[in-house]
């Protein structure tokens, strides 16, 4: 049987006969032919009896072949018929699928990939298929589950090739570039029965319809997604298409309420078109966040959907969620790093683990030469101006080239010119080709962008179009005067909108209804870019050479214990030699141990996840492991908090003498690895602080609280054994356990006179004793581990908290 392919208009159609195709002028057809004599659903072609039937549909200016007019015809190759005029409108021919498709391949394949590596392949295909390179011109076809029209990247013959190679180095079979592919993708094999694609160990994935798959069966109706590619299977012929960043982006009906009944985004729709540059501005309060987090997909609307380019962003979003950049207001910048090496280890943690540090510095050049950084690159973020960092903000996003890029107040606090600056930036990231929307509170320059969306209290839209007919439709010439308005109740923004003429032609006339399924895929967390170590050893690697470029913190880790150790030399300590009963002051020593290594490790800490919210949530939404982000920390920061413990100790016992024999080793090695423990307890303590905290000023006061409530508790001040509610609430300081864990070394019950208490039996010299103490203050650094992971599940995105 000869494979068929339906042509004319724009339109190359591979037909299945396992289907029937209506045409059209329908845009809801399956073969879209838009010519005036041609009807809504003019004829449809169906396969009987082993050869194609094109049937009229009751058109009104009817089907021809050869000048006659016809009701039903058997069509084959070389076959042209008359939609709706013998010769002028709707003429469309037909050919074997395998005529054409080498030398197309050799030129989409050219066109639709950066760099001569494809380009060379998209050759070999050809060569491999038996025919020339040419160009020619692309025809466009609709593509299933999606209804949009696409020109093919590339169009391979599989001529009866038992399995066809999809990645990115040049060797497979079809070859896609982008670094988000995996250089052994994805396989198409055939089976007994048909096709199947088969992944074969990809980082990023490979899909079918929106759902992430190892194997699944193949038919003409499925969307093979890998990397920023979709492949359709029609026959013998497998057709790429890329998606160059000319997309559109559609909101329908979106609306967001929280748990009280406020309604965040009321019903909230509007269509934005390739290569646009949309502004979203409001007043406080009107939903502009909220709109922007459903749009991205971080955190979906209750109600409504995002359309990508046809398909449903929510139920696809593990699929596409790399093609959408998100540039937050703070900052997603370590400062103390350089622009190119912040670059880099950002792609190292967006780019698959097979990537060549050659290919990733490549990609952070080819992006620092298009935002115009090549001469900031070895400059400390820190140094650079507030315009420059968001310029390398956004150069953080287009690492993986999104087609959508979306940005939160990115001039705020910019001076006017900063402010224009960046938005020409963004005009001309939109004219390079894609689609940038962005939120902001400046109306300076507003000019530059293609549409305007403005946002009423209470999240209605009380404005959609151009944005020179936004104040002549709103009634005045200021927009300080339209937010001022905006406080008044009584008028009806939103229904004022919806029933003008300006809401039929912006919004209605170019809103298309989302593309229906009958069997919605399950929302899917999106997989991680990275192996678990390879993301742990990037985050630890970045985190040292941030810690060593800042000298002040450095210097500070560096001179604390120090200091901290010679203040305990100052205060008096006694004989910790003596008889029973011989030294009051004996306990002063612990307590200065204690406390010193309680605000080591929580001042090392306190202040550090806090501070890199803005950056966790981005990484996290683009595939970091929550574990592999808290294991850096307490792996970095556990190492300097214990040595600064052991640095404390050495300095505050230099020269005090002890007994040779502590609870089962040498005195200064216990008390060495006590203090160590207590700081690294007092480490996780800062960082559960720090996790809890709103805002890096609300961590100090917190911090001086715990070091008092450690300090009461710790058991120095105060007898807590036998006391009750003191005593169990002691139970959770590790202070308290410390401290214990101390005494026992030393002996301290027997060396401080207790006039009415009995020693507290926590501080009893014995191994079973002691091993108690150290394993409590372990539990308590476990438990404040798991906590710690627990809140920072909350100021993740809602499409991650499940992972």
């Not at 042509?7 to 399956?30: A, C, K, Q």
């Not at 029609?234 to 929280?258: I, K, P, R």
């Not at 390079?432 to 509170?441: F, I, P, S």
Request: with cysteine; proline share 5%.
């Amino acid at each position: 049987m000869t494979q068929l392919v339906v042509e004319g208009h724009g339109v190359s159609v591979t037909l299945d006969p396992g289907r029937s195709y209506r045409l059209g002028r329908d845009p809801g057809s399956d073969v879209v032919i838009d010519a005036d004599h041609v009807s809504r659903t003019h004829a449809v072609l169906r396969f009987e009896g082993g050869q194609w039937i094109l049937e009229d549909s009751g058109s009104s200016n009817g089907t021809y072949v050869s000048g006659h007019r016809v009701a039903r015809v058997v069509v084959g190759p070389g076959t042209r018929i008359g939609l709706g005029h013998p010769a002028e409108g709707g003429l469309i021919g037909f050919r074997a699928a395998h005529e054409g498709a080498a030398h197309e391949g050799a030129a989409h394949e050219g066109a639709a990939h950066e760099g001569a590596a494809h380009e060379g392949a998209a050759h070999e295909g050809a060569a491999h298929e038996g025919g020339a390179p040419g160009i020619q011109a692309t025809p466009t076809v609709r593509l299933p589950r999606t209804g949009q029209w696409r020109a093919p990247a590339a169009v391979r013959n599989l001529g009866g090739a038992q399995v066809v190679r999809i990645g990115r180095t040049p060797d497979n079979d079809m070859v896609v570039t982008d670094l988000r592919v995996s250089r052994r993708h994805a396989e198409l094999r055939i089976t007994g029965d048909g096709h199947e694609i088969v992944d074969v160990g990809s980082r990023m994935g490979t899909y079918v319809n929106g759902r992430r798959v190892q194997r699944a069966r193949i038919s003409p109706d499925d969307l093979i997604g890998i990397g920023p590619s979709t492949f359709q299977l029609v026959g013998d012929t497998l057709t790429e298409y890329a998606d160059t960043g000319e997309v559109c982006l559609q909101a329908h009906d979106l609306t967001v309420t929280v748990g009280d009944g406020k309604v965040l985004l009321d019903h909230v729709s509007f269509p934005v078109g390739e290569k646009c540059l949309l502004a979203i501005v409001g007043p406080s309060g009107s939903g502009k966040s909220t709109l922007l987090r459903a749009l991205t997909g971080l955190r979906p609307a209750d109600q409504g959907v995002v359309t990508y380019d046809g398909r449903d962003l929510y139920r696809d979003y593990a699929e596409l969620r790399s093609r959408v950049g998100l540039v937050p207001q703070d900052d997603i910048l370590h400062s103390q790093l350089t622009v190119r090496r912040a670059l880099i280890y950002a792609a190292e943690l967006r780019f698959p683990d097979d990537t060549r540090q050659h290919e990733r510095k490549a990609r952070v050049d080819e992006v620092l030469q298009q935002l115009g950084l090549e001469n900031r690159k070895g400059n400390r973020i820190s140094s650079l101006s507030g315009g420059q960092r968001k310029r390398v903000s956004v150069a953080l996003e287009l690492l993986t080239k999104p087609s959508l890029l979306f940005l939160d107040e990115p001039t705020s606090g910019l001076d006017p010119g900063l402010d224009k600056s960046v938005m020409q930036m963004l005009r001309g990231l939109a004219d390079d080709g894609r689609t940038v929307a962005v939120v902001t509170h400046s109306v300076a320059n507003l000019d530059i962008c293609d549409r305007l969306l403005v946002m009423a209290p209470g999240g209605k839209i009380a404005y959609f179009g151009p944005p020179d007919e936004a104040l002549p439709f709103l009634g005045f010439t200021d927009w300080a005067d339209v937010f001022l308005a905006f406080d008044d109740p009584a008028r009806d923004w939103a229904g004022e909108f919806a029933r003008s003429p300006l809401h039929q032609k912006y919004i209605a006339a170019d809103l298309i209804a989302p593309v229906s399924t009958r069997q919605p895929v399950q929302r899917e967390i999106p997989p991680k870019q990275q192996s678990w170590p390879e993301q742990l050893s990037t985050l630890v690697r970045r985190y040292c050479r941030g810690i060593v470029a800042d000298r002040l913190f450095l210097g500070i880790t560096i001179a604390l214990p120090i200091v901290m150790g010679l203040l305990a030399r100052v205060v008096p300590t006694g004989n910790l030699m003596g008889p029973p009963n011989s030294n009051g002051n004996a306990a002063n020593l612990l307590l200065i141990l204690c406390i010193g290594g309680c605000l080591t490790g929580a001042a090392n800490s306190v202040r550090e996840l806090v501070k890199e919210r803005a950056i966790y949530q981005r990484e996290r939404a683009v595939g970091l492991s929550r574990s592999a982000y808290l294991c850096s920390k307490l792996l970095v920061l556990g190492l300097i908090t214990v040595a600064q413990g052991v640095v404390l100790t050495y300095v505050a016992m230099l020269n005090v003498k002890t007994y040779d024999k502590g609870v089962f080793t040498a005195p200064l090695t216990e008390l060495s690895l006590a203090v160590a423990l207590l700081s690294f307890t007092a480490m996780t303590v800062g960082l559960l602080i720090s996790a809890l905290a709103k805002t890096s000023e609300m961590t100090m006061p917190l911090l001086v609280l715990v070091t008092l409530i450690q300090l009461v508790f710790c058991g120095a001040l105060v007898h807590l054994d036998g006391k009750p509610v003191m005593e169990q609430i002691s139970w959770l300081v590790p202070a308290r356990w410390a401290l214990a864990a101390l005494a026992g070394t030393l002996d301290v019950g027997q060396l401080i006179p207790h006039v009415q208490d009995p020693p507290d039996p926590l501080w009893s010299q014995d191994f079973g004793t002691w091993f108690l103490d150290m394993s409590v203050l372990a539990i308590l650094a476990v438990v404040c581990a798991f906590l710690v992971a627990r809140m920072l599940r909350r100021h993740e995105p809602a499409v991650m908290r499940g992972k």
